[in-house]
Nanobody, 121 residues
Framework: QVQLVESGGGLVQAGGSLRPSCAASRNIFRVYAMGWYRQAPGKQRELVANITSGGSANYADSVKGRFTISRDNAKNTVYLQMNSLKPEDTAVYYC???????????????WGQGTQVTVSS
């Protein structure tokens, strides 16, 4: 069973920074991409950023220029550097891993439990 363990959320004032991280609980045979999604109250979950095993990153327009995603392939860990935070960034942030757990396994989307990010004005 693969678990994603998140840390690094919290409360910050507008303009501040946070750097949540997410690590897989065990080695994964093949990881296609890791990323972060967020869900604000009353809204649908949306992609914030993701990054492939080759290092190609994709960002939501609302966070471009402020957030940077990075990953450590050896540790199956992904980081999200969030700068210049705004109150509208307030949400539960969920880690995602798109991968195949073992050689004969099925490709699957794994999710973390979520970490709260609150930005006060």
């Amino acid at each position: 069973q693969v678990q994603l363990v998140e840390s690094g959320g919290g409360l910050v004032q507008a303009g501040g920074s946070l750097r949540p991280s997410c690590a897989a609980s065990r080695n994964i045979f093949r990881v296609y991409a890791m990323g972060w999604y967020r869900q604000a109250p009353g809204k649908q979950r949306e992609l914030v950023a993701n990054i492939t095993s080759g290092g190609s990153a994709n960002y939501a327009d609302s966070v471009k220029g402020r957030f940077t995603i990075s990953r450590d392939n050896a540790k199956n860990t992904v980081y999200l550097q969030m700068n210049s935070l705004k109150p509208e960034d307030t949400a539960v942030y969920y880690c995602n891993l798109d991968g195949t757990p073992h050689f004969m396994g099925v490709r699957y989307d794994y999710w973390g439990q979520g970490t709260q990010v609150t930005v006060s004005s």
